[in-house]
């Protein structure tokens, strides 16, 4: 089955604690982006790579690293969490940018 | 002023209607439009993808964007309380891999 994995799905830390959120895909998709999901702001793009070893900042990657060394996977790095990183976070594939984007089921990241 | 604007709902509709729902943008270089549903506690899900103007028709949704008015709407005919999600419209530019998504309008369709 064609799909996104994130892990973990639900993670609850604390302020400074470096964490690492996993995505990989199965689709051998040259394309991932990460997103975070907010009330009242909908999905903004964190980071995307165009393939292994190529990433760029999309609109909020401040206090976030990403890494592609392998083409099915695109962990998320948050070397020391804040309280503002608590959030929903979604990854994201595709075979070409513009193409259809499929989903991860999604991280709830609280920092306390 | 964001670069794209969603009217957030709730927006409640009786089974059977049809649906309309819009985004408008500030940014004329957005080439690529996109619809997502997204149900609760699960990642959005590729509606439709429509590239500059025109209509595009799939079973009973259909895309529209307006350019000049930059203006995108997705209409959804013989809504079915199964269509009770967030839907979120997204738009790129042509050569970017940046993705600008609206913040979603909630709807429900009461059977």
């Known amino acids: 089955e064609a799909q996104v994995t994130q892990n973990p799905r639900y993670l609850i830390t604390v302020t400074g604690k470096k964490l690492t959120v996993t995505c990989s895909q199965n689709?051998?998709?040259?394309?991932m982006s990460w997103y975070r999901q907010d009330p009242g702001l909908g999905l903004r793009q964190i980071y995307y790579s165009m393939n292994v070893e190529v990433t760029d900042k999309g609109d909020v990657p401040e206090g976030y690293k990403v890494s592609r060394k392998e083409k099915r996977n695109f962990p998320l790095i948050l070397e020391s969490p804040s309280p503002n990183q608590t959030s929903l976070y979604f990854c994201?594939?595709?075979?070409?940018?513009?193409?259809?984007?499929?989903f991860g089921p999604g991280t709830r990241l609280t920092v306390t | 002023q964001k670069e794209v604007e969603q009217d957030p709902g709730p927006l409640s509709v009786p089974e059977g209607a049809i649906v309309s729902l819009n985004c408008t943008y500030s940014n004329s270089a957005f080439q690529y439009f996109m619809w997502y549903r997204q149900y609760s506690r699960k990642g959005p899900e590729l509606l439709m993808y429509t590239y500059s103007s025109g209509n595009k028709e799939d079973g009973r949704f259909t895309a529209q964007v307006d350019k000049s008015s930059k203006y995108i709407s997705l209409f959804i005919r013989d809504s079915q309380p199964s269509d009770s999600a967030t839907y979120l419209c997204?738009?790129?530019?042509?050569?970017?891999?940046?993705?600008?998504f609206g913040t979603g309008t909630r709807l429900k369709v009461l059977a």
């Open positions: 997204a738009m790129k530019g042509s050569g970017t891999y940046k993705y600008i």
């Open positions: 994201a594939s595709s075979g070409l940018a513009g193409d259809e984007q499929y």
């Open positions: 689709m051998n998709h040259e394309y």
